[in-house]
Structure formats: structure tokens, C-alpha cells
């Protein structure tokens, strides 16, 4: 793979969730995806977990999800890739017309370096992933260690509701 994130600019870890329950869902993470890497000068991904299978959380009268969590490097500030990510959500038909409803993708910025951010626009961490099983179980496939927020994923995801929705849908490549 070729780095092109310059040298000279520090290189930000950060988690971003995709998630799609509208139309191909897995054509559609596949090419959020792509625009994610053709962002080459200020975006690298790393690692892309598996694709997961979830039962929808809230508004429940919809198809079931497809959900992963690519781990990227930046030279982008937070509130940067949240723009870039709404774009690219955009691009691909996301129109947000039911709060948790039905979308053709979802792309949450998880975390970003060891930081807590709160602003108006953004969260960081992402103020509902540690109650989701299916943001934590792609999470636990890219992430370098077996704890976070000083709790091991499985006891994480053993206190989620949504735990028993969750089934493997596709193993990946993780540098596909």
C-alpha cells in the first residue's frame, strides 16, 4: 500500500463505524470505503474489521443492518473527518429523515486518539458505543488491545442489550 500522508504532519489514530441496512448494503460499505481511501493525502485505513449482521437498535420497523469499523490514520482534526465523512455519506444517498432509521450508511467517528471532545457538532468518543454490541464487536477486530475504557470488550459487550442480534456476515481482509 502506498503512504502518502505527509511525514512532517502528526498522524492521528481514529475508529469510524459504517453501517447500512438500504439497497446492496455491503456494495455500499464497500464504496464508502473507497471514498475513504481516495482521501490518500489526509486519510490512510489501516484496518477494516469484519462485516457484521445486526438487528436494528431504536427505531426497530426496518432491514437488518450491516456494520463495521475501519481503523484509519489522519492528519485531519476531528471535527475535519466528521466533515469529510458526512460528505461521503451524502454522496451516497444518506438522507436523514427518521432519527435511527433506515439509511443506506452511517459513518460515526468512534474515537480519535485518546481524546473526549463535546462540542455541538461532535462527540468523541462516540457517546453511545460503549452501550452497542454492534459498534464494539467490529470495534474488537481492528482495536490493539482487549481493554477499553479501562473494561475488557467482552464484558462490554456482554452488558449490551443488543448482544444476541449480532452474527458474522463476511470475514475481511483486513487491509483489503
Same mark, same amino acid.
Given at each position: +500500500?502506498? &503512504?502518502?500522508?505527509?511525514?512532517?504532519?502528526?498522524?492521528?489514530?481514529?475508529?469510524?463505524? $459504517?453501517?447500512?441496512? @438500504?439497497?446492496?448494503?455491503?456494495? /455500499?460499505?464497500?464504496?464508502?470505503?473507497?471514498?475513504?481511501?481516495?482521501?490518500?493525502?489526509?486519510?490512510?485505513?489501516?484496518?477494516?474489521?469484519?462485516?457484521?449482521?445486526?438487528?436494528?437498535?431504536?427505531?426497530?420497523?426496518?432491514?437488518? *443492518?450491516?456494520? +463495521?469499523? /475501519?481503523?484509519?490514520?489522519?492528519? #485531519?482534526?476531528?471535527? %475535519?473527518?466528521?466533515?469529510? $465523512?458526512?460528505?461521503?455519506?451524502?454522496?451516497?444517498?444518506?438522507?436523514?429523515?427518521?432519527? &435511527?432509521?433506515?439509511?443506506? #450508511?452511517?459513518?460515526?467517528?468512534?474515537?480519535?486518539?485518546?481524546?473526549?471532545?463535546?462540542?455541538?457538532?461532535?462527540?468523541?468518543?462516540?457517546? !453511545?458505543? *460503549?452501550? !452497542?454490541?454492534?459498534?464494539?464487536?467490529? #470495534?474488537?477486530?481492528?482495536?490493539? /488491545?482487549?481493554?477499553?475504557?479501562?473494561?475488557? *470488550?467482552?464484558?462490554?459487550?456482554?452488558? /449490551? =442489550? =443488543?448482544?444476541?442480534?449480532?452474527?458474522?456476515?463476511?470475514? @475481511?481482509?483486513? %487491509?483489503?
Amino acid at each position: +500500500m502506498v &503512504w502518502r500522508l505527509n511525514d512532517q504532519e502528526t498522524k492521528h489514530d481514529a475508529y469510524i463505524a $459504517l453501517g447500512s441496512n @438500504m439497497g446492496d448494503r455491503e456494495s /455500499c460499505l464497500m464504496a464508502a470505503l473507497d471514498l475513504i481511501r481516495v482521501q490518500n493525502d489526509t486519510i490512510i485505513i489501516k484496518h477494516i474489521s469484519n462485516i457484521y449482521e445486526t438487528a436494528p437498535v431504536g427505531y426497530a420497523k426496518q432491514g437488518d *443492518f450491516l456494520n +463495521m469499523v /475501519c481503523h484509519v490514520f489522519t492528519t #485531519l482534526s476531528p471535527l %475535519e473527518l466528521l466533515s469529510i $465523512l458526512q460528505k461521503i455519506e451524502t454522496k451516497l444517498g444518506r438522507k436523514r429523515t427518521i432519527h &435511527w432509521g433506515p439509511r443506506t #450508511l452511517d459513518l460515526d467517528l468512534l474515537l480519535y486518539d485518546e481524546i473526549s471532545l463535546c462540542s455541538e457538532t461532535l462527540t468523541v468518543p462516540h457517546p !453511545r458505543m *460503549f452501550e !452497542r454490541a454492534f459498534v464494539l464487536t467490529p #470495534l474488537r477486530d481492528v482495536y490493539p /488491545c482487549e481493554y477499553i475504557n479501562g473494561r475488557l *470488550f467482552s464484558d462490554l459487550i456482554e452488558d /449490551c =442489550d =443488543d448482544k444476541v442480534g449480532i452474527k458474522l456476515f463476511k470475514i @475481511m481482509n483486513s %487491509e483489503r
